[in-house]
């Protein structure tokens, strides 16, 4: 393999909630049958999509129906994220689900995760708390990378931890390079299917780094790995933060010498999502040192 990038953030294993909702709401849009025909059309000639038969396509027009309603009704409330059409538009909640959310939740006990993984990679919070800031976006801060379309492949998690070790290499080294999420697909899962995280990350670690995206492409379907090792990077581990109590999570973020992107898998409905919290605040964090997740 060519270029590697060395893995050495934290991976979270937590159970808090994504988003902030409040109460206050403006007015559902009314849309025409004639309006939201026009929308469907023009919605499909811009994600170039095509049907088998015209009994698929009206199908499909009513699934759009359904979505743009639900899209209308989110947007007039105040949430901290808006929803938009985007490719997923004519399917269901249950056809997203068993086709993009490939995420295997963890063990309820740690020591079950692996043989690499036991509660010596616990983390046990004993620093002395600092002030946190309110938010942080890094993509204000230029650590992440746009959106990008995993296809029919059902490997979300491979998505989620290569972005996770592209913000870190960024924050760390100011270089923000695409990875590769095929290598993790290939050689770690072998196939295009629900997998875990920590196993992700612990690949990454064990195998000392992960190609970038241009040098091992991206192609949506399980094919051969390819068995050229990096060296390993024996500095890198991985912990996790076995608690759904955003206090433990907050303890942890105020740890001078903790920096890191949030890796977070739900099993929710983001079909139509556009944008992830809307924040009030734009703070920049102090410089991130690199440090060992004990203090």
Known sequence: MAANYLF???????????????????????????????????????QNKSYKDLLEKKMRYEIFKDNLKYIDEHNAESHTFTLALNVFADITVEEYRSTYLGTLPPPPRLDTLDNESNETDLFHFNGTPVAVPDSIDWRDLGAVLPVRNQGGCFCCWAFATVATVEAINQIITGDLTPLSEQQLVDCECKSCSAYYRHKAYQYIINNGGIDSRQDYPYTAVYKKCDTSKPDLDPSSRLSFLRSSDEEDLRLFLSLPTTAFPLSYGRDQDLRCLKGLHRLKQRLKPPPPPISSPRQ
């Open 8 to 46: 050495v953030s934290l991976f979270l294993i937590s159970s808090f909630p994504l988003f902030s909702l409040s109460s206050s709401s403006s007015p559902i849009p009314v849309r025409s049958e004639y309006e939201v025909s026009l929308l469907y059309e023009g919605w499909l000639i811009k």
